[in-house]
């Protein structure tokens, strides 16, 4: 990626963004030849069109114009960021409205580091949330509208909400009713949500677990709440999916909703090595429109446009090829088994850990062995990151990369553990070795025999 130097000229799109939209350019902006050869739609135009195709298959009506491509999905989120902030008021200072460099951030503790690290870049203050008994990637509603109302109260200016519908730290996948809540807390104190949904498509059990998106909770709101209430828009989709009157293409966009997809985050998601690209959908609204033009503006500053063939890899990825879709799915299931297997050995050691139902990572919690685990020395998420990466690899990261309490003995396990990386859930002698490092590092019981 290239960077203009601070004083160097700014580039044209900033200022003059191309009215033909992102049907005519990668990045709805920006023109001319990308440098290998071709003009700028080739693959780069490819990938919006595709994106529309994918969130359609999910309920939501997408035009080219809504999609913005970055070469990565944390570089897309700083773009996004910083143009959710047009920075171009005055710095309040204590009893003048706000004492925040830039609007603040809210998002789940603990949450992707990735996340917080480009609020950070920004300069944006970080308002962590902690997640509900359920679930990860969202922050409890209740503890949100708290943490909001006491960040306002002191001068804050909270304005931006990120999230993941399907959570890749902890395995989980946020329940629909909470999320709706969830929605409901943040349409309620004007935030914006960035949904990260990278994680969507790895349902352990596509059948069981329902997966829904913020803009799909949201998407008639406008029509609805003239004919209704609030509540009505928000148990929308619901209705939808059980055959009740309303379509995901028979109203419009609420204008607080950004989807964004990191296509490197699974490395099952396309054949061969995938894509880092990063796509994110904006609303069809004025406020949508607004913030697409602010966000490729900041990203034709930087000059940062997908290279060809990552570009080219993206389209195919979200074009979902039967044979795609079947790859995909066998990933699925084999995750699934392994996370399956990792959870009920950590259960029979002791840990507290939520049931897995997505992604290829769970979050085991160690408290409940903490004078076992005291005995060793280990006493907190680094040294019980550092003693698991020694006896079982480099499958293991502490909950204080992820924003976590870092005194807390919690961390992310790949659920590559148990099978060594194995394409199914593991033999019996890499589950029994696993259960051995368990036991003799917290002093557990025999194992019970595995079902």
């Not at 690290?117 to 308002?127: F, I, N």
């Not at 897995?356 to 019980?384: Q, S, T």
């Amino acid at each position: 990626m290239q960077q203009t130097r601070p004083d160097g000229p700014t580039p044209a799109a900033v200022t003059e963004p191309d009215p033909r939209g992102a049907r005519d350019t990668g990045h709805g902006g920006h023109g001319g030849h990308d440098g290998h050869g071709r003009g700028a739609y080739g693959a780069h135009g490819a990938v919006a069109e595709a994106a529309c195709g994918y969130w359609g298959r999910r309920g939501l009506p997408t035009a080219p114009g809504q999609v913005v491509v970055a070469p990565t999905a944390p570089l897309l989120l700083l773009a996004l960021l910083a143009a959710a902030e047009p920075g171009d008021g005055p710095v309040h200072g204590p009893g003048e409205g706000g004492t925040e460099d830039g609007g603040g951030v809210v998002l789940p503790r603990p949450g992707p580091a990735w996340h917080a690290d480009q609020a950070r870049l920004l300069g944006r203050p970080l308002h962590p949330v902690p997640v509900p008994a359920e679930c990860g990637g969202v922050p409890d509603p209740f503890a949100l509208l708290e943490t909001v109302g006491r960040a306002r109260a002191a001068g804050g200016d909270p304005r931006v909400l990120l999230l993941s519908v399907a959570d890749g730290l902890t395995g989980t996948a946020a329940p629909p009713e909470l999320l709706h809540e969830v929605c409901e807390a943040a349409v309620q104190e004007d935030l914006l949500i960035i949904s990260d949904e990278s994680w969507r498509d790895t349902s352990h059990d596509p059948h069981g677990t329902v997966i829904v998106s913020p803009a799909e909770i949201l998407h008639r709101s406008a029509r609805l709440t003239g004919a209704g209430t609030h509540a009505d828009a928000l148990h929308e989709p619901a209705r939808a999916s059980q055959g009740l009157p309303g379509g995901a293409d028979e109203g419009e966009d609420h204008d607080c909703v950004v989807v964004l997809v990191d296509l490197g985050a699974d490395p099952e998601y396309a054949f061969g090595p995938g894509t880092p690209v990063g796509v994110a959908r904006l609303p069809a609204t004025a406020r949508g429109r607004e913030l697409g033009e602010r966000t490729r503006a900041v990203l034709a500053a930087l000059h940062a446009r997908p290279r060809d063939r990552d570009a080219t890899a993206a389209a195919e990825a979200l074009g979902e090829t039967e044979p795609l879709r079947e790859h995909r799915a066998a990933g699925n299931r084999a995750h699934a088994a392994r996370a399956a297997a990792l959870h009920r050995i950590l259960a029979r050691a002791g840990a507290v850990c939520r049931p897995p139902h997505a992604g290829r990572h769970i979050y085991p919690d160690f408290e409940a062995l903490r004078p076992a685990l005291a005995a060793r020395g280990i006493g907190d998420a680094p040294r019980l990151e550092a003693e698991l990466v020694r006896r079982l690899g480099p499958y293991a990261l502490g909950g204080h990369r992820f924003g976590d309490d870092p005194h807390a003995l919690r961390v992310r396990l790949s659920t590559d553990v148990p099978s060594g990386g194995a394409p199914s859930g593991g033999s019996a002698g890499a589950r029994a070795s696993l259960e051995s490092v368990l036991r003799d590092l917290t002093g557990a019981g025999p194992a019970a025999p595995a079902p």
